[in-house]
């Protein structure tokens, strides 16, 4: 039986690049990709879906908004419900979503973070980690809420912050970790591993 999933992005797409590299090796349990959506039309992950033979889509948003507004979210739901998704992957998707939103999905609906959560929500998140400073950072996947960076840690994976280390270093080491993580978090949830949330 698949498992359907949709990923969100609004950039490079790396994360995306680890997914769908991990569904061509077998390594994503029973999921399959069912599409990439963006709110930028010129994000790099929306090619990257294409080259994976992935659907495509462009959901067009008010440039340099931080929230969805009814219209855009109303865009998402469309998509997401026509093609049944059983899980939404956030993946560097830079817009904040409501309670609707959420909900509309029955919380179906999971969140990656470059940081170890409660720490360092927000942006610039390496960067905080590094400057603050601390000697461990990593990622966080975790259940959308309406409150930013704030729901249910479903699993997290560390990096040590080595006395020499640089920004661009440090995330390296995060953004290595995320690939890591994110793709086996799918997976888990895919073959029941780990359950949703009540
Ligand atoms: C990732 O580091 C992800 O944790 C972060 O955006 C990056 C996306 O990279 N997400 C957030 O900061 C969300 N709060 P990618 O486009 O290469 O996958």
């Known amino acids: 039986m698949s498992f359907r999933i949709i990923i ?22 029973e999921a399959t990709t069912v599409a990439v959506l963006s709110d930028k039309k010129e994000a790099p992950i929306l090619d990257l879906a294409k080259q994976f033979g992935k659907s495509a889509h462009y959901v067009p948003c008010r440039p340099k908004k931080a929230r969805l507004d009814a219209e855009e979210t109303e865009a998402f739901l469309k998509i997401i419900q026509e093609l049944e998704a059983d899980l939404v992957v956030l993946a560097g998707f830079m817009k904040i979503i409501d309670q609707h939103f959420i909900e509309s999905l029955d919380g179906k609906i999971i969140n990656l973070h470059p940081s170890l959560l409660p720490s360092f929500p927000g ?18 996947v975790h259940w959308v809420i309406p409150k930013i960076d704030a729901g249910k840690i479903i699993d997290q994976k560390a990096v040590t912050i080595e006395p020499d ?31 949703f949330q009540k």
């Open 8 to 29: 969100l992005g609004s950039g490079r797409g790396s994360n995306a690049h680890a997914i769908l590299e991990a569904e061509a090796s077998g390594q994503l349990g």
């Open 165 to 195: 280390e640089t920004l661009g270093s440090l995330s390296e080491k995060v953004h290595s970790a995320e690939h890591l993580l994110l793709p086996d978090v799918i997976r888990r949830l895919s073959t029941g591993e780990i359950s």
């Open 123 to 140: 942006i610039n998140s390496i960067e905080n980690a590094l400057n603050f400073p601390v000697k461990i950072t990593g990622c966080t």
